[in-house]
Structures are given as structure tokens and as C-alpha cells.
């Protein structure tokens, strides 16, 4: 049986890390997770709006890292 992929949608890894999407949206152009790593973009380059995939595991990770220390 195949793993479940790490990458979920916005919706589904804000519940999965107890914050909001609008949060997670948030966190992302403060610049915590970075393209590649904690996220990905999903659509096309012509869409109006970039759709997100979010990799759980490692935007937890970030996300225990105390405020003093990010950066």
C-alpha cells in the first residue's frame, strides 16, 4: 500500500497544525516557511491565484521553534 503523501491542502494542513488557513497564509509571506521546503505551488504559472500544498511535518517543525529564534 502506497504512503500518503506529506502534502496537503491549505485548509487540511491548518487543521492538522491547529491554526488557521489565514495563519498559515500569514505565516508564509512573513517568511517562516520557505517554497520547497514547507510548501509548494500547485498551479499553474497562468492561474490567477497561486494554489498551495503544504508539507505538515516540516511547517510543525518550524512552527516550534520559539519567536526569539526565527529569523
Known sequence: MPKP???????AA???L???ARRLRDLRKQGL??????Y???????AA???????????ASALEVPMEKRG
Open 49 to 59: 491565484k497561486p494554489t498551495y500544498q503544504w508539507h505538515c511535518d516540516r511547517c
Open 14 to 16: 491548518a487543521a492538522e
Open 33 to 38: 516557511f520557505k517554497l520547497g521546503k514547507h
Open 5 to 11: 503523501s506529506p502534502w496537503k491542502t491549505t485548509t
Open 18 to 20: 491547529g491554526i488557521t
Open 40 to 46: 509548494r505551488i500547485v498551479s499553474g504559472p497562468q
